[in-house]
């Protein structure tokens, strides 16, 4: 058993008072925690980060919310922690402090548990493997008909160099989202060997996250 570590940046520091309650947090420790908001009306992949305040374990104690997992990461890992890829899953939260006068600067760190040999460009958990590989070649009329989240369908290009994702059901070459060009999803493709496929956007980019089955 091995670790791997996936460091996720932290965004939305400035409102309500975050910047002086991080810096709390940087001088005198604590707990925080994570917490997926699904139903975030600005952004279901909303990963909010949250530390304690008050006296532990006791009515008094609040968990106050000092930041989000930035959106294109938020893309990537949201699904993965509702679907509990992760194999037992822990994280730390940097707060560095650049002076009164400058926004702290955050970063999450997650760690994971993975398979000894699992190849750097792919992901393990428990007995699935999977794999991020971002698309380009956007179709954004076909896109915004399609859910973050929601399952796609795949196809390796006649010269096997690129893999294209399709929105699911569809067909004659209709659906068209998007390409990527991982050899390790090629290559599994050209094995026949099954998937499943999820597509995440955020912003004016889009990640197809692949579970990869034998």
């Known amino acids: ?15 309500d008072g975050r910047a002086d309650a991080l810096r709390r947090f940087a001088q005198e420790g604590g707990r925080a925690r994570l917490e997926r908001e699904p139903e975030n009306a600005a952004d279901g992949n909303a990963i909010a980060i949250r530390i304690a305040t008050g006296v532990p374990n006791t009515n008094e104690q609040e968990w106050l919310l000092v930041g989000y997992v930035a959106a294109d990461r938020a893309a990537i890992v949201a699904p993965l922690f509702d679907r509990q890829y992760f194999r037992n899953p822990r994280f730390i939260v940097r707060v560095h402090l650049q002076g009164e006068a400058t926004l702290p600067k955050v970063a999450l760190e997650l760690t994971y548990d993975v398979d000894d040999g699992s190849p750097e460009d792919d992901m393990r958990a ?12 956007l179709r954004w009329d076909n896109i915004e008909s399609v859910q973050s989240g929601d399952d796609v369908s795949l196809w390796v290009h006649p010269d096997g160099d690129r893999v294209h994702a399709y929105r699911r059901g569809s067909v004659g070459g209709l659906g068209f ?14 094995q026949k060997l099954q998937y499943k496929a999820f597509m995440h956007c955020a912003g004016s980019r889009a990640w197809l996250t692949v579970r990869l089955d034998g």
Request: proline share 0%.
């Open 1 to 15: 058993m091995a670790q791997r570590t996936m460091s996720l940046a932290v965004v939305g520091l400035s409102h």
């Open 126 to 137: 428990g007995r699935r493997e999977f794999l991020v590989a971002e698309l380009g070649h």
């Open 177 to 190: 989202l998007g390409s990527a060009t991982s050899r390790r999803l090629i290559a599994h493709l050209e």
